[in-house]
């Protein structure tokens, strides 16, 4: 067997994964260049180790143990490109941590990811859902991603258009295990206008002038706000919205507005998205504890791991509450994490 020392085996991933799962990994690497990424799946081709590609494990449920190989991308770099007059260009590395990136970019006066604040993962792993807060998407800042195509080996780039972003999804998605993003570029400007008409964002900056504010200002609001909603996965393990906001047709939406008028939604143009949190919420289960996990208390879409939970514990809930909404409602929520690894 080709074992090169980096490889380790046996490694415990607790720390490695925001709902605190506490998995193992039969092998693990941790790369920091495209030539180690490369050898890493080199390795776990020649060993029949199935690869799974790690970045700040904020998205993932371990079922169990990963019987693989982990690759943790902690390739770290930053730098500034095309600086003009107003843009500027920030290249990342995909190991970067993606809130000390927000206030990084935004410390410097540049706009366009400040919303973006406080959302836990790391840069490789946001375009993969195209991660969004309060009115602000991934996409919308985007230039271009650069990836190791693993059906041809090569690095390419891929356009904004290329990824084929939509809410909380992309072509990284759709084509699992193809891609590994090594390098994120994203375009800021430093007078593009906030986008602060979200609801708690609105209310948080009520009555300032949204010229007197800095891009730090913004992020710090942003900040305070998920504080006083969200979990601080350091504090009580878990994975953000753990499913995506069912999206459904105007009709429907229009059905369900008439049976319950304070249903709380956004209605677009031909479709709603409907607010997964407040159909949970609805079920009864906004703080539910089961022992180890549960639903936290303030953001009903959020499961939370309160001690020594293991995948299978959030999965027996999250298929508790998803059926629960589905007779009552007839939406069928689907999982924003995605689920690895082996019971
Ligand atoms: N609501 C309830 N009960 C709750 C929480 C919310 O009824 O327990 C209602 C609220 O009254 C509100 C509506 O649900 O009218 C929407 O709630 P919120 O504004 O908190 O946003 P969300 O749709 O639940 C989404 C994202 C979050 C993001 C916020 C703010 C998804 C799946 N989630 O949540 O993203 O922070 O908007 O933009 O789209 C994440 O992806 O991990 C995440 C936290």
Not at 11 to 35: H, K, Q, W
Not at 79 to 86: K, L, M, R
Not at 302 to 330: C, K, M, P, T
Request: aromatic letters at 8%; proline letters at 5%; one cysteine or more.
């Amino acid at each position: 067997m080709i074992s090169p020392p980096r490889i380790q085996e046996n490694v415990f991933l607790g720390e490695m994964n925001s709902l605190g799962i506490a998995a193992r990994a039969r092998y693990f690497v941790s790369v920091t260049s495209l030539e180690a990424l490369r050898e890493a799946l080199n390795w776990a081709s020649a060993e029949s180790a199935q690869p799974l590609i790690l970045g700040g494990g904020s998205n993932l449920v371990f079922a169990g143990d990963y019987q693989g190989l982990v690759i943790r991308m902690a390739n770290a770099r930053r730098c500034w490109e095309h600086v003009d007059g107003d843009g500027a260009t920030l290249v990342l590395g995909a190991g970067e941590n993606w809130h000390d990136v927000v206030m990084y970019a935004a410390a410097a006066g540049y706009r366009g990811i400040e919303n973006l604040a406080l959302i836990p993962g790391t840069v490789g792993a946001a375009p993969v859902q195209n991660i969004g807060a309060y009115g602000t998407e991934l996409r919308d800042t985007l230039l271009e991603v650069s990836a190791l195509d693993r059906h041809t080996g090569h690095e390419v780039t891929l356009t904004n258009s290329l990824c084929h972003f939509s809410y909380r999804d992309s072509v990284f998605k759709h084509e699992p295990g193809r891609y590994v993003i090594t390098t994120v570029r994203l375009r800021l400007s430093r007078s593009r206008p906030f986008s602060l008409d979200y609801r708690d964002l609105a209310e948080y900056f009520d009555g300032q002038d949204a010229r007197c504010l800095t891009p730090l200002d913004v992020a710090n609001g942003v900040m305070a706000v998920r504080r006083r909603k969200l979990p601080d996965p350091s504090q009580l393990p878990n994975a953000g919205s753990f499913f995506k906001n069912p999206v459904v047709a105007l009709d429907t939406w229009h059905s369900l507005q008439q049976s319950y008028p304070d249903i709380a939604g956004h209605p677009g143009d031909d479709s709603a998205k409907v607010a997964a949190a407040w159909l949970i919420d609805q079920c009864g289960w906004k703080g539910y504890r089961n022992g180890r996990v549960g639903v936290h208390n303030r953001q009903a879409l959020v499961l939370v791991n309160h001690s020594n939970g293991n995948g299978q514990d959030v999965l027996a809930l999250a298929d508790r509450i998803r059926r629960d909404v589905e007779a009552r409602f007839g939406i069928a929520l689907e999982m924003e994490p995605g689920v690895v690894g082996s019971p």
